[in-house]
């Protein structure tokens, strides 16, 4: 006869039958080659160590979506870059057409050359247009633009726009960064009638 301790050390040992009904996890295969699949769903992948630089990846040109910010959250943005362009406004809609804000820079043992692509913006804007240089060689660009309205009047005519692929009207501004500081009062610019501003400063 067992006795009730031995029987129950009996029933401790025996394995317990497997339920379908309890889950069971997916997980990556577990064998001497590395899994090179997609990550699975209850895997764990260790994200990359700040300190190693190896472990630092480069994304490559890249575009940050706010359709709405603070100031002060535009300006940390836009400060945590060196080479990225910020816009605001009518530029950063991204309609079809000629594309405002696009930028060009150079530079000699002197000083920075840059170019910006402003289609549609009129060069007697005296009053709402205008570029301001910091002394770190932040540029900063503010305008309107004047394409992209329902109705426009020329020469006494009334014209109802039947296509809309230009920028449509509003204010609009640029930021972007030269490569270095700049002597600010050493500035000369010129904005032409192909809708192109040109600019050259002095290195700081």
């Given at each position: 006869?067992?006795?009730?301790a ?24 577990i ?6 699949g ?13 300190e ?10 890249a ?24 816009l ?36 007697d804007?005296?009053?709402?247009f205008?570029c ?9 660009i ?12 020329k ?10 692929n ?17 002597n ?21």
């Amino acid at each position: 006869m067992t006795s009730p301790a031995r029987a129950e050390d009996t029933r401790k040992n025996e394995a317990e039958p497997l339920s379908l009904r309890n889950q069971i996890l997916d997980v990556a295969p577990i064998n001497s080659m590395p899994y090179i699949g997609p990550p699975l769903p209850h895997s764990y992948i260790p994200s990359p160590q700040a300190e190693d630089p190896e472990a630092v990846v480069n994304v490559g040109p890249a575009m940050v979506y706010c359709p709405l910010t603070t100031r002060q959250e535009w300006d940390n943005i836009v400060s945590s870059t060196k080479s990225g362009v910020a816009l605001t406004g009518t530029a950063a809609m991204g309609k079809v057409g000629p594309v405002i804000g696009r930028v060009d820079i150079g530079e000699d043992d002197n000083s920075y050359f840059f170019r910006v692509s402003l289609p549609g913006v009129a060069r007697d804007q005296t009053d709402s247009f205008s570029c301001d240089m910091d002394p770190d060689g932040k540029v900063k660009i503010i305008g309107v633009t004047t394409t992209g309205e329902n109705i426009v009047c020329k020469n006494s005519q009334v014209f109802r726009m039947q296509s809309k692929n230009l920028c449509p009207p509003g204010h609009f501004s640029i930021t972007f960064q030269l490569p270095g500081p700049v002597n600010s009062l050493q500035f000369s610019g010129a904005f032409g009638a192909d809708g192109i501003l040109e600019g050259s400063v002095a290195k700081g």
